[in-house]
């Protein structure tokens, strides 16, 4: 298997799971239970799983950590994060 094929495997596990979690997280916030601590969605989004991530907050019904500023102040550093990320590595390893 080759490096980009292990990537791609990833992206898709860890999306399946943050999806997963997020909507687990928004199930146990209607009913009082123990919710999923914050540092571990956003360390979801961290990993690799921000596109679940956003997903879950904005696309699904109903919406999850999507009002809540300072979450969304850390989620939305971690997507910047990713795109510097993607952009450094088209510009200075991709290049032909």
Known sequence: MSLQEAGVIWILFINIVALVTYRFDKIRAG????????????????????????????????????????????????????????WFYWQFWQRP
């Open 31 to 86: 009913s009082g239970r123990s919710r999923v601590p914050e540092r571990n969605l956003l360390l979801l989004a961290l990993v690799g799983g921000s596109p679940a991530a956003f997903i879950a907050m904005f696309l699904m019904k109903p919406r999850h950590k999507s009002r809540k500023l300072s979450f969304q102040l850390k989620f939305w550093g971690i997507v910047v994060g990713h795109a510097a990320l993607l």
